[in-house]
């Protein structure tokens, strides 16, 4: 399907554990981003990228690490959860640096 | 620093009403874009806009570069349209956006 597609919608996992959160786009979009949400934040950008192989942090990039090997793929690691990255992860897509933004539904990230 | 606000922070309304939200920032952008979230759903973009005014179905938009201000209005407003509003820019030379924390909109029927 044509669109920008997060995986898992919902995933708990205990303190400690590597988890990778999925973005998968199908425009060939050049911008990709990873967002948190949180009660009191509003959304913050941790990575993005804007192109393959290039990569940049954002606000709050400690404990994540992301790769872009091809274009529509963007990946969010956690290289070792902790219970303050509890949170509702948003992927998006721009086409260029002053385009509109698409955004995937998220992905409920629960650290027990 | 950048920053964006937005007002109101809650803001309940009655079936049919006008509905203002406001967002201001503090310097120069490329663009400025609203945003709805629905209760335990996706972000969807409504507008994306860098002067003037546009205009989606009951949803206006528009943007006073002068006085670094935004608003949106929704016409006829309905319970369908309970959500919350987040206002965001894109500063000039940043590739990033700056959010604001968000209106929650109750429209009660």
């Known amino acids: 399907d044509a669109g920008i597609t997060q995986s898992p919608r919902y995933k708990i996992t205990e303190t400690g554990r590597q988890v990778t959160l999925m973005c998968h786009q199908t425009w060939s979009h050049s911008y990709m981003f990873w967002y948190r949400q949180d009660l009191g934040h509003g959304l913050r950008l941790i990575y993005y990228s804007a192109a393959a192989d290039i990569t940049d942090k954002g606000e709050v990039p400690d404990g994540y690490v992301v790769s872009r090997s091809k274009t529509e793929n963007f990946p969010l690691t956690l290289e070792s959860a902790t219970r303050s990255q509890t949170s509702v992860y948003f992927c998006a897509s721009s086409e260029q640096e002053d385009y509109g933004y698409t955004f995937g539904s998220g992905t409920r990230l629960t650290v027990v | 620093k950048n920053e964006v606000e937005q007002s109101p922070q809650n803001l309940t309304a009655q079936e049919g009403e006008f509905i203002t939200i406001n967002c201001s920032y503090s310097v120069g952008i490329s663009a400025l874009h609203w945003l709805q979230q629905h209760p335990g759903g996706g972000i969807v973009s409504l507008f994306m806009?860098?002067?003037g005014k546009k205009k989606h179905g009951r949803l206006i938009a528009t943007i006073n570069i002068q006085e670094k201000h935004s608003s949106l209005h929704i016409t006829a407003s309905h319970p369908r349209d309970s959500a919350v509003y987040i206002c965001?820019?894109?500063?000039?030379?940043?590739?990033?956006?700056?959010f604001g924390k968000g209106t929650k909109l109750t429209v009660n029927p």
């Open positions: 806009l860098s002067s």
């Open positions: 965001a820019v894109k500063y000039r030379g940043s590739e990033k956006l700056v």
